[in-house]
């Protein structure tokens, strides 16, 4: 081969290799969402807030079950998440913020199913949200206790989809409440639970006539005397499977009962702790002078939480009454926020692609 010949050859050799996208790159072009499948539905922790940016890659499953918000209809783009909570709670669902690129339009259509089910052959719908009122698809759903719940997130639209398109699926706890660790005492106290200092006969009362419990068979029990300076403190953070936001409400209570004689000094305070720097938030509930009582009484207080970067929720108990007897049980929380709101009025159009 000439030397003219050789030259041309190499250069058209490496513009070819320049211009030709590699193995990988086309692999990476064509990958769906790690969540376009029932089997590879993503878990998600209530509160965040999950963005899909190549939902074009995104398919309809063999099998997918249909949306039916009033019609039966294909979720096409589509992906799915899951959850599962231990308690019950009131949860808000919303894909704002979610735009699409076809080849003729822009659009915010979007609509979601909520299922539960083993299999995606065997799914029940429990919930749809199609996007009416709004011009995105938003729903308040009631999840129970112990139940795995899956969501199909999608487009009523067949159409070719541009690059640059995004589905958003936001989460925001509503209503919850949660369990605190051996809340009604009903166990031994353990170093991951209840901490009791200075206790002098303070404990336990199981099945005990003279100082029953509220509900269950034990209850703790301060026992007035000379020199009673006792503390009773449990304090963890808030389930890992939410999370909170500023502004929200976290209700603390507890179950009270005096018995015996009027109490001295004694105090119920609730604190909830921050992990960056905010002060701590905290109520007081000043029992000094409380005279006995035939029954539990219920006592709360309402917290506004000042950041939603919160590390602890605080159950404390200081009790320095030289007389009476002071029984605890009951101790829970609640946790209370604002759906997401929006300006009412007509969205704008997304950004020119």
Known sequence: MDRQRFTFVFILLAFVSL?????????????????DSFAGAKPIIIGKEYTVSNILEATVEGGQPLA???????LYYSVWYTFTLPTSATIFF???????????????????????????????????????????????FAAQANTT???????????????????????????????????????????N?????????????????SFPAYIGTCAFGFQGG?????????????????????????????????????????????????????????AIVNLTGTSPMGIYQYVSRNIMLASKAVAKVQHQVDFKSAAGVLMLDEA????????????????SAPAAK
């Open 19 to 35: 211009i030709a996208p590699s193995a990988g790159a086309q692999d990476t072009a064509r990958a769906a969402p790690s969540n």
């Open 149 to 191: 719940y899956y969501l199909l997130v999608g487009t009523n639209l067949n159409e070719t989809m541009l690059p640059g398109s995004t589905l958003i699926l936001k989460s925001r706890m509503i209503v919850h409440s949660f369990d605190l660790p051996n809340y009604g005492f009903e166990t031994a106290l353990a170093g």
């Open 226 to 282: 000379p020199g009673e300076n006792s503390r009773l403190k449990l304090s963890k953070p808030l389930p890992s499977y939410f999370l909170p936001r500023k502004g929200a409400i976290l209700t603390l209570y507890f179950y009270y009962r005096v018995m015996g004689a009027p109490l001295g000094n004694a105090k119920i305070k609730f604190k909830v702790s921050y992990s960056d720097g905010t002060p701590t938030s905290s």
């Open 193 to 209: 639970d209840w901490k009791v200092t200075n206790a002098t006969g303070d404990d336990r009362q199981c099945s005990n006539g």
């Open 332 to 347: 829970k929380a609640y946790y209370y926020a604002a759906p997401i709101t929006r300006s009412a009025g007509p969205l």
């Open 68 to 74: 039916n918000c009033g019609i039966g209809t294909t």
């Open 94 to 140: 919303s894909t704002a913020g979610s735009f699409f690129y076809y080849s003729s339009a822009t659009s915010y259509d979007t609509r979601f199913a909520i299922y539960t089910g083993a299999s995606l052959g065997a799914l029940t719908q429990s919930a749809c949200a199609d996007d009416v009122p709004t011009q995105y698809a938003e729903t308040t």
